[in-house]
T-cell receptor, first 115, second 113 residues
Framework: AQKITQTQPGMFVQEKEAVTLDCTYD???????LFWYKQPSSGEMIFLIY??????QNATEGRYSLNFQKARKSANLVISASQLGDSAMYFC????????????FGQGTELSVKP | DAGITQSPRHKVTETGTPVTLRCHQT?????MYWYRQDPGHGLRLIHY???????DKGEVSDGYSVSRSKTEDFLLTLESATSSQTSVYFC????????????FGPGTRLLVL
């Protein structure tokens, strides 16, 4: 079964510190894509970072990096130097080949950044 | 920002009434999607479209229909709304190319009384 698991319902981090949000995935398809989205309290879904299953290097986008461990089927999001504006829900998602390349989402992690 | 708008942004309706949600894109992308977001379930695919008049079902399609008569517009219809369809509805477009990133509209909050 294709599935995304986020085991941390909520997390706290001190401003300016780094934080890792966990994501594990399950698929038997060798070709897939992994995404992280941010959903602030205003409700929109904001794309953060992408990792392809064949990518050799971990993806980075500014303060966001993706710790991709293919053998362990994990795709953890690392946010460096947390800011108050990083407080939000974070969703890990996997693109699958069926149903038009839909995204399968985890249940999300709520991150709170403390001043 | 990806050019995606949704209308209405908020709607309250009564059980048994039809409801249509609209998604409009300015990007001319081929693939469009409708998801719903519920507590404890994340986002789940309702229907998707891969071109004008080309649509197919997602994992939670019961009670919903869609239409796409123009590339830029993707409509989601609840034929007879039920309380279980109270949710936040997101439209997404898929960027072509290697990553095929999906970008989401602002969402529609629907309350069925």
């Amino acid at each position: 079964a294709q599935k995304i698991t986020q085991t941390q319902p909520g997390m706290f981090v001190q401003e300016k510190e780094a934080v890792t949000l966990d994501c594990t995935y399950d698929t038997s398809d060798p070709s897939y894509g992994l995404f992280w989205y941010k959903q602030p309290s205003s409700g929109e879904m904001i794309f953060l970072i992408y990792q392809g299953s064949y990518d050799q290097q971990n993806a980075t986008e500014g303060r966001y990096s993706l710790n991709f461990q293919k053998a362990r089927k994990s795709a953890n999001l690392v946010i460096s130097a947390s800011q108050l504006g990083d407080s939000a829900m974070y969703f890990c998602a996997m693109r699958v080949r069926n149903q038009g390349g839909k995204l399968i989402f985890g249940q999300g992690t709520e991150l709170s950044v403390k001043p | 920002d990806a050019g995606i708008t949704q209308s209405p942004r908020h709607k309250v309706t009564e059980t048994g009434t039809p409801v249509t949600l609209r998604c409009h894109q300015t990007e001319n992308h081929r693939y469009m999607y409708w998801y719903r977001q519920d507590p404890g379930h994340g986002l789940r695919l309702i229907h998707y479209s891969y071109g004008v008049k080309d649509t197919d079902k997602g994992e939670v399609s019961d009670g919903y229909s869609v239409s796409r008569s123009k590339t830029e517009d993707f409509l989601l219809t609840l034929e007879s709304a039920t309380s279980s369809q109270t949710s936040v509805y997101f439209c997404a477009i898929r960027e072509p190319g290697g990553r095929e990133t999906q970008y989401f509209g602002p969402g529609t909050r629907l309350l069925v009384l």
